[in-house]
């Protein structure tokens, strides 16, 4: 089979700065801990894992070329801003999320401060966070995306522990609460809420539902558990079957049934997976089939229900969420394993402008996602 080359950005449904500071290195005193109730993941394989040079250029390559003064680039290359999907320098709250989460795991506090507020100020409404920033028409789009709401969140839980900051931890509880109060309904999750038209959607996307970051929002207990009751059914009903291990893209609360009218998205299905991996509810055959098509390099971007690969398309960001998945689950081969993958994809040697980062040579392209799983994986 061919093998090419893929951006996913735009997390899940479009499917998930500043100068780096440090090396990639183990978390600074103060950083992480051990935990039942810590909101870090919970093994940390990559704190410990010879990945320091690679996880350093990586860090260089987003500072360098990456970053500009809103954030992350979702493209290297610009491009006019103006399509239904994000581009070019436009900034996503993805990927201030996946930023900061890195960020925080790392001990990097000076940097996670610049990094959250820039993303305050790019992305921040009144009831919600946009999902993305265009700095050439200066648009704030008036709707969020719930998946990309809770990483902020998570990683402000995450920064509150690591830097041993109450404000941070506040300012979690506080964002968690606005999110609950526009996002939830009824013991439901929605995807995202419109800001302009105050409404929300009619269904809930799998791989939106992070139990972990949901279970740490400060709500009334009984309000919490019947909205994590709720959301987790809906993930793990939407499980194709052992033969086929992976997830159902969405659950339409109007008509009660699962739909994947796309075919299944291997990045979707493994958001999911890590999702119930972190509160423990991963399917054994799910981490088997993925620790299969790693191992053999054959694990696709897109799948028929019943588990046939409909293109031969693989990505960094495919294996850097199998290695998150590898940690999550407590099988460090698997995590290994995927680094090893994700590291074929890397740009080394060349000279040019992608050296260090995760791009394609041929085009001069790199995206937001890749780079930025890529390098939350090595901190996992």
Not at 27 to 51: I, L, Q
Not at 242 to 271: C, H, K, M, N, W
Not at 281 to 305: C, D, F, H, M, N
Request: net charge negative.
């Amino acid at each position: 089979m061919n093998i090419r080359f893929i951006a996913i950005f735009g997390l899940c449904a479009a499917i998930l700065a500043g100068c780096g500071q440090g090396g990639g290195a183990a978390p600074a005193a103060g950083g992480p801990e051990d935990g039942s109730n810590s909101p870090f993941p919970h093994n940390r394989y990559g704190a410990s894992a010879a990945y320091a040079e690679e996880r350093a250029a990586l860090e260089d390559f987003i500072a360098r070329r990456m970053t500009g003064r809103n954030g992350v680039y979702t493209n290297l290359i610009d491009t006019a801003q103006d399509g239904n999907a994000a581009s070019g320098h436009e900034v996503l709250s993805e990927s201030a999320g996946l930023m900061m989460r890195y960020d925080a795991l790392s001990g990097r506090a000076a940097h996670f401060a610049e990094t959250w507020g820039r993303a305050k100020a790019a992305f921040d409404m009144t009831a919600a966070f946009s999902y993305r920033y265009s700095p050439l028409s200066d648009r704030r789009y008036p709707v969020n995306a719930a998946v990309d709401d809770l990483r902020l969140i998570r990683a402000l839980y995450e920064a509150g522990a690591a830097f041993k900051d109450a404000a941070y931890t506040s300012e979690a509880d506080r964002y968690g609460q606005r999110f609950y109060a526009h996002n939830a309904k009824d013991g439901r999750l929605y995807d995202f809420y419109d800001e302009t038209y105050k409404t929300t959607n009619d269904f809930l996307t799998l791989c939106y539902i992070d139990l972990k970051t949901l279970g740490m929002l400060k709500l009334p207990g009984d309000e919490q558990e019947r909205l994590l009751e709720s959301v987790r059914r809906t993930a793990e009903g939407g499980y194709l079957g052992d033969a086929f291990p992976f997830y159902e893209t969405r659950y339409d609360y109007g008509t009660g049934a699962y739909a994947s009218p796309q075919g299944i998205r291997t990045v979707e299905s493994l958001v999911t997976i890590l999702h119930l991996a972190e509160v423990g509810l991963e399917r054994p055959a799910s981490v088997a089939y993925i620790k299969k098509q790693v191992k053999a390099g054959t694990l696709y971007g897109t799948y028929s229900p019943a588990g046939e690969p409909k293109d031969d398309v693989r990505s960094t960001a495919i294996y850097a969420l199998a290695a998150m998945i590898g940690s999550a689950a407590d099988d460090r081969e698997l995590y290994e394993q995927a680094i090893a993958r994700m590291n074929e994809w890397r740009t080394t040697g060349t000279g040019g402008p992608l050296d260090g980062g995760f791009g394609d040579p041929a085009t001069g392209q790199a995206y937001s996602f890749d780079n930025l799983t890529a390098l939350l994986a090595y901190a996992y």
